[in-house]
């Protein structure tokens, strides 16, 4: 971490002008001491480091006397000293208004301006032939604040022909040394300036500074100690001491600094800093982000604070906002190595690895010799599967950290993914036998040799891992290897072992559970689980199992209270509310899931998780318009996410806004040429404005970049079955289908039969797929949803119920077939709309379904509320604003049936607009 600080303070006043002023003093009376008797005791409680004490006696004098230039100017180095710029600054320009002589007060006030980098501000205060030697060198360093090197020397020079050895001046000689990467140079002038003038506390502190830089702290901490002699109320020097103590690693000391520091000035804001750098080393990341975003609030383009907050959000976790903060960072100083290394591991942690490797090549070019940066490119071309690239930085690395155990075990990661298991097998042993206590190269040696089918070997090596003592993911991997073996008993004994060490360890409950289950007994893994919540009642983690056995047996309700449990007792996390929402919208709970969502927005509003998830029940409840706002935030969050591009695309489709539509796709398949939803999108939307030419040419680079794969062919197929040429598309569908078999293809072979009139053969080339593929539920309901539209209502019926043999909890097929058992007055349609009713009661298409069965069997009472829910959930559906009022027709409410009707009439895109004049007049 880097340990920049604030701005410093300068020197205080010297001790000529002390001298003066007690030489100027008056005889003090009897009960109240004069101004200079009170000034002089202000010194003397600022050499003991009473900085308030000393503040206290000189606003005595300035009470008496506003008017006291020198009590002015004092009470500004005492400000100065405390770390209190401006208000330094503001004593310093009252002094030069109360008439002192600006040779004195001009400098002081030249400081303060050089620490708020007003240094245009400077140049115009001091005169342009100043008057004396500190005056030119002040100048020198706001020309150099402003790049205008040559200018500064000229400065500086000047500056030691008027005075020489001018401490100022040979400083500013020695930053030119460092800008020139000369730090012996810089540490000599530095020991010049200290040998003819062993006091000046610029000169200690710049050397000090240095030495730091230069890595050594003793010597760097003893320069720090004699400003403390000189000045002991210096709160930048506590600051500085306590940070080389953070550095080194000793917390408590540097607490004790800080705490000195604070007791002088609680507020100041390199102190609040440096408190959070303390928060950071000792792992207390809340804490440590707190403060830095008080130091932001007040200083938002302070490079340092922006850099530990970014590291802050890292450690917790929340990458988002770590990228964002890291981005900004290195857009003012880029190729800082730290924190490009950080980046890329965020941006690792945010599945961008491409984004990562462009960052890290310029780096590896300049810094060749840095293993963690080879190391980080390795893993980021083992994310994309870069295998070859992953091995070549895994073993340069190796090469310049042998002994690095790590390094090893992920160059044996990439030697598996070549394929090569005899050079990984090797690297993972050698990780092992250079640190037996990091059992990840174990692990991945143990995962070796079971995807290798050497279940002995694999036992040899949990036992290597058994040698190191009781841990029970050591036991969980010996079971999993003996389940793969087929060793079920031992694999339970093994498990059961791991619970033993941690009654609440979260993958051998699960692979219990699963034995369960493969043994039918579900109520079992059941029973283990609560019983490792009874332990722990708010673990999250047991909570969230329950609800995915839950779920796992069609128990959609017992799931979701369980995850309504888990966030009942852990109020403050977010990934329990996060799933319990997306279990919501599954269950077409979409009220609940809104109102969820919006909850978790008011308290994390920056949060991409959350944005995702309020866009998606916004969706659900058909507020377009919102959701589209949600994904529009989402994207800012997420630039560079293709899918964040396809679901403005989707919302802009659901609006009818197709041009927008069409620019999200695009700039989706800009981010990701090879994005298959991108490419379908775009090239819909294009054929739907006609754009024949550009939609070929994104279809045909799709079969030129992947001319293996079916997808290319599809979208020609789709563009030419747009144009009516189905025959064409017949052909491109073929060879989609002969490239890669699948249900989608078939489909689309349906679909250019269909349009040739070859419907009987269209329905037997889905038939055929599905008797080789009977589990295929998009398949068959796509043949159930085509032969309900042909009105074979018998076949689509027979279809539906086969989904529902497979999946009985699948809420289209059981509300599609209510829907069609209807049609034909088949009395059984009550019972499905019913189940469908029971598993997604919020879903308004399933509640105009059951509606419209009730009312056409002669339940009107229970059929129209059903009805007006499903219409109120969704507005902008005009067929079941139609069952809605013919419901109210047929129950005798003509008003209300009016209103309903004339707000379809309203609608240009309702169909059935004749049937509804020809009813108006029964109203």
């Known amino acids: 971490m880097s340990n920049s600080s604030l701005p410093r303070a300068s020197r205080a006043a010297g001790a000529i002008l002390a001298a003066g002023l007690l030489a100027a003093s008056l005889p003090a009376c009897k009960h109240k001491p004069d101004a200079p008797a009170l000034i002089a005791e202000a010194q003397a409680y600022q050499k003991k480091g009473n900085t308030r004490a000393a503040v206290i006696q000189l606003k005595n004098v300035l009470q008496a006397n506003p008017e006291h230039s020198a009590a002015r100017a004092l009470l500004g180095d005492f400000y100065l000293e405390s770390g209190d710029v401006q208000s330094a600054e503001k004593e310093y320009r009252r002094a030069r208004q109360a008439g002192m002589a600006e040779v004195e007060i001009l400098p002081r006030i030249a400081r303060v301006m050089l620490l708020q ?15 004396t030697a500190d005056m030119m060198a002040l100048r020198a360093y706001a020309l150099l604040g402003l790049n205008r090197r ?37 540490l000599a002038l530095a020991d010049q300036a200290l040998a003819l003038h062993p006091g000046d506390v610029d000169a200690l502190r710049f050397r000090a500074d240095l030495l730091r830089v230069q890595g050594k702290p003793a010597e760097a901490r003893a320069s720090y100690e004699n400003i403390l002699k000189l000045r002991p ?3 930048q020097t506590r600051i500085d001491i306590a940070s080389l103590l953070i550095q080194a690693g000793k917390f408590a000391d540097a607490k004790a600094q800080l705490a000195l520091a604070r007791a002088a000035a609680p507020a100041s804001l390199p102190l609040v800093f440096t408190q959070a750098l303390l928060d950071f080393r000792e792992q207390r990341y809340p804490a440590a982000l707190e403060q830095l975003q008080l130091v932001l609030r007040a200083a938002p383009d302070y490079m340092p604070a922006v850099l530990l907050t970014g590291a802050v959000q890292y450690e917790l976790n929340q990458n988002t906002q770590a990228e964002q903060q890291l981005r900004r960072f290195l857009e003012n100083l880029a190729g800082h190595l730290y924190a490009s290394k950080l980046l890329a591991a965020t941006l690792l942690r945010n599945n961008k690895a491409v984004d990562a490797i462009a960052l890290l090549k310029p780096l590896i070019e300049k810094y060749p010799g840095d293993a963690e940066l080879l190391a980080t490119a390795g893993d980021a071309h083992m994310r994309l599967q870069q295998f070859g690239q992953a091995a070549d930085y895994f073993q340069r690395a190796v090469e310049l950290a042998p002994g690095t155990s790590a390094l090893h075990a992920a160059l044996g990661a990439s030697r598996l993914g070549l394929g090569d298991s005899q050079r990984a097998i090797s690297e993972l042993e050698r990780a092992s036998t250079l640190d037996a206590k990091a059992p990840r190269a174990g692990i991945m040696l143990v995962v070796v040799h079971l995807r290798n089918k050497d279940y002995a070997k694999a036992l040899a090596a949990v036992a290597a891992l058994e040698k190191q003592g009781n841990n029970p993911a050591v036991q969980n991997l010996k079971g999993g290897v003996l389940l793969a073996s087929s060793d079920f008993s031992a694999a339970r004994t ?35 689980y609560e019983a490792a919540l009874a332990k722990d009642k708010k673990n999250i983690a047991v909570m969230t199992a329950l609800a995915r056995l839950a779920t796992g047996q069609g128990k959609t309700a017992e799931a979701i209270g369980w995850l309504e449990r888990a966030q009942r007792e852990n109020p403050d996390a977010l990934p329990p509310a996060l799933l319990l929402a997306n279990y919501y919208l599954r269950a077409g709970e979409t009220p609940k899931a809104l109102t969820l969502a919006q909850k978790l927005h008011g308290s994390n509003p920056d949060n991409a998780d959350v944005l995702a998830v309020l866009a998606q029940a916004q969706t659900a409840g058909n507020s377009h318009e919102a959701a589209l706002e949600s994904y529009t935030k989402l994207a800012v969050l997420q630039p560079d996410s293709p899918m964040v591009q396809m679901q403005i695309a989707g919302a802009n489709l659901a609006l009818r ?8 796709a695009r700039k989706a398949l800009a981010l990701q040429p090879d994005n298959g939803l991108a490419q379908l999108t775009t090239v819909r939307l294009l054929t739907e404005q006609g754009s024949w030419t550009e939609a ?32 064409p598309a017949l052909k491109l569908y073929e060879r989609a289908y002969l490239l890669e078999p699948s249900g989608p293809a078939v489909i689309a072979i349906h679909r250019s039969l269909a349009a040739q009139g070859r419907k009987q ?41 086969k989904v529902i043999e497979a999946d009985a909890g699948n809420v289209v097929a059981l509300n599609d077939l209510a829907w069609t058992l209807q049609q034909v ?17 919020g879903n308004p298409a399933v509640k105009d379904t059951l509606g419209w069965v009730l009312l056409e069997q002669g339940q009107a009472a229970r059929a129209v509320p059903l009805l007006k829910q499903a219409s109120d959930a969704a507005p902008q559906a005009s067929e079941i604003r139609y069952h809605y009022a013919t419901a109210l027709m047929k129950t005798g409410d003509k008003p209300g049936a009016r209103r309903q009707f004339e707000l379809l009439l309203a609608d240009k895109t309702f169909t059935r607009q004749s049937e509804v004049r020809a009813l108006l007049p029964q109203l």
Do not use: C
Not at 118 to 129: K, V
Not at 495 to 501: D, I, K, R
Not at 781 to 787: E, F, G, H, T, V
């Open 117 to 131: 980098q007003q240094f245009d501000g400077l140049l115009a205060t001091l005169p342009a032939q100043a008057a």
């Open 233 to 235: 109320a210096d709160l």
């Open 696 to 727: 070929f040419a994104i279809a045909q680079q799709a079969q030129k970049r992947n001319p293996q794969l079916p997808l290319g062919y599809r979208l020609e197929g789709d563009i030419l079955m747009a144009q009516s040429r189905a025959v």
């Open 150 to 186: 040559a200018e500064a020397e000229q400065q500086l020079d000047a500056a030691l022909a008027k005075q020489d050895g001018n401490s100022l001046a040979l400083l500013g000689r020695a930053r030119l040394a460092l800008l020139d990467s000369e730090q012996a140079r810089a």
């Open 825 to 841: 007055k088949d009395k059984r349609a009550l019972a499905y709309a019913e189940r469908a009713h029971k598993l997604a009661g």
């Open 494 to 528: 093994a498990f059961q072992g791991a619970l033993s060490l941690d009654p609440a360890y979260l993958p051998a409950l699960d692979n219990l559970g699963q034995l369960d289950v493969l043994e039918h007994q579900p109520e079992r893994a059941r029973q283990r």
């Open 657 to 664: 806004q197709l041009p927008d539509a069409l620019a999200a």
């Open 761 to 801: 053969e269209a329905t037997e080339r889905v038939l055929h797929w599905l008797q080789q593929h009977p589990r295929d539920a998009t398949a068959r309901l796509y043949l159930a949803s085509a032969l309900m539209s042909a009105q074979d209502y018998a076949g689509a019926a027979a279809q539906y119920e």
